[in-house]
């Protein structure tokens, strides 16, 4: 069996309460999976999207004790996809066979990292985390989050059911995913259209280890409307429908009301205007937003922005 050389890249944002939790376990695990002869060299690559606390220092104090641990310091916060990508195309162009992405806060199992190692020892490029159940979420999550994996399977995405950021890709599909040039990053939804073979590993999500989490409400359904936006034009397709379904459901009123005014019948209307007009209103106010989101999206994209600027590095 070949062995690898493993990266495991860490965003992190203020997670100054986690990192030496993190760095135990993870250096652990690297440990063991070297002395069983699964990997032949683990390290750890923390990215820190522009943190407010003590999240540098603590990095840089981490590498300095431990050898294992290497830092790359982002000049502002540009967001998890973003600040993973940061770490994903330092793997894609570095020495490592393979790279498996997980958050800082421990909620996903390392326990099953050497399976997804195994998985990549047997040339397997791609080996998703994915979640059994969703125990410690609140009723609520679970189902927009099953909601979601729906919609967006609907809507022409090829998305894997409960997986979140937790996998491994080997580099050659690192190398694969660097090459999309898309600004707007939905990384779970771009790794499954780069095709190579995958497996799925399974685990139960635990509760965060400490400190709080970064995705509140509305930040997930942003990036829900985000997901869904950056994968499919159906929603423009559907703003069709409905506009086709109105006509024809108007043309239908238009018909019976000239025929009853031709036999001196007259509707007294008020109520019944102002309640289309409304409502007709608010659909043509919907549409429009859901164009904007894609105008948006493509004057984001034309712009060619930088993703991130890297401030300091550490023992890379
Ligand atoms: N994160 C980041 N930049 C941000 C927000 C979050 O790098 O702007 C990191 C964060 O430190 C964590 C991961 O992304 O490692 C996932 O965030 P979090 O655990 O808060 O999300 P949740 O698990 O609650 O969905
Ligand atoms: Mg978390």
């Known amino acids: 069996m070949n062995t690898i050389k493993l990266v495991i890249v860490v965003p992190c944002y203020n997670e100054e309460e986690v990192l030496k939790e993190t760095t135990r376990q993870l250096s652990g695990l690297l440990a063991l999976m070297e002395n069983e002869g699964r990997i032949e060299d683990g390290r750890i690559l923390y990215v820190d999207d522009g943190s407010k606390d003590a999240t540098w220092p603590l990095i840089e104090q981490l590498a300095g ?81 099953q909601l979601f994996y729906k919609l967006m399977r609907t809507m022409g995405g090829d998305i894997v059911y409960n997986h979140a950021d937790f996998r491994l890709m080997s580099r050659r599909t690192l190398q694969a995913l660097v090459s999309y040039p898309e600004r707007n990053l939905f990384l779970r939804g771009i790794v499954p259209t780069l095709g190579y073979p995958s497996a799925s590993v399974y685990y139960d ?69 102002l309640i289309s007009v409304w409502f007709i209103g608010g659909a043509i106010l919907t549409a429009i937003g859901v164009i ?21 590095e550490v023992n890379l």
């Open 205 to 273: 999500r635990k509760e965060r280890f400490a400190g709080e989490s970064k995705y509140p409400l509305t930040k997930m359904l942003n990036f829900a409307l985000d997901g869904i936006t950056s994968f499919s034009v159906k929603p423009l397709r559907l703003i069709t429908t409905a506009g086709l379904v109105f006509m024809l459901a108007s043309v239908i009123a238009i018909i019976y009301a000239l025929s009853a005014f031709a036999s001196g019948q007259v509707f007294p209307g008020w109520t019944s205007l």
């Open 65 to 145: 004790a431990n050898p294992c641990v290497m830092g790359l310091k982002l000049a502002h916060n540009v967001g998890h996809q973003q600040a993973l990508w940061a770490g994903l195309e330092w793997a894609a162009d570095s020495r490592y066979d393979a790279a498996v992405s997980i958050d800082a806060d421990l909620q996903d199992d390392i326990n099953v990292i050497p399976e997804m190692v195994d998985d990549c020892n047997k040339g397997i490029d791609i080996v998703y985390g994915v979640r059994k159940e969703r125990k410690t979420d609140t009723f609520f999550k679970r189902h927009t989050a």
């Open 292 to 312: 904007g989101e894609y105008v948006g999206k493509i004057y984001k994209e034309v712009k060619h922005r930088p993703r991130y600027f890297i401030e300091k």
